[in-house]
């Protein structure tokens, strides 16, 4: 049973407001296209609202008249950012994930999904300078256990078939590694120490304190301010 509370607005004959929006769960609402998702017995429930019953954008002076007769409880300070991609499918979730989570999941899944093929071409193309007079560096291949070797074609051929890797005929060769993860599955990677050695360092040197003070004069600092009343 959900408590139900008379207000003085008119062209809706009853308003589903926080108290019911709770029962749900985790949900996602998309107000572009007046829908709410959730997941009910591990399935996922849209509710479609009806794109004919669109409101008025209210004028500046609506507003202010609402503030002089007191008829607005609270006013909050609102950000208006812009969305650069569209929800096109639901991440799972699950009943005890917090709405917060899954929405921010969903808004950076580009970032959370599994990687496929290369990474783009970047602005500044990384190189390896080495030592004048270096000849390419060929390390032999470590001797593994048989269900070590096992995993690590198995490793190599599932990152075949999703492009992060491809075949290579360099003249410079490291050995592989197997790490094992938090979770007891593997990790693949590369022992470059050999690479590393004919390698020529970059120098990052440490910036000067006194310099560092000296770019701060005068600059002040502000705390975020909470401008809700």
Known sequence: MLPVFLLPILGANLILGASWLKTMGPHLADYESFQIKFLHDGKY??????????????????TQHMVRTNAIAEIYS?????????????LPLTEDMEPELALLLHT???IFALPSG??????????????EGSNPVKVKPYRYPHSKKKEIEKLLHDMLLEGLIQPSSSPFSSPIILVKKKYG???VCNDYRAL??????????????????????????????????
């Open 78 to 90: 609102m950000q208006v950012i812009d969305e650069d991609m569209k929800l096109v499918s639901l």
């Open 45 to 62: 429930i849209t509710l479609q609202g009806d794109r004919d019953m669109v409101a008025n954008s209210a004028q500046l002076h609506h």
């Open 196 to 229: 590393n050695a004919t390698t020529i360092k970059d120098i990052f040197p440490i910036p000067i304190v006194d310099e560092l003070i000296d770019e701060l004069y005068g600059d002040c600092y502000f705390s975020k301010l909470d401008l809700r009343s």
């Open 118 to 131: 290369l990474p783009p071409p970047r602005p500044h193309v990384h190189s390896i300078p080495l030592l």
């Open 108 to 110: 950076y899944s580009s």
């Open 185 to 187: 599955t593997w990790r």
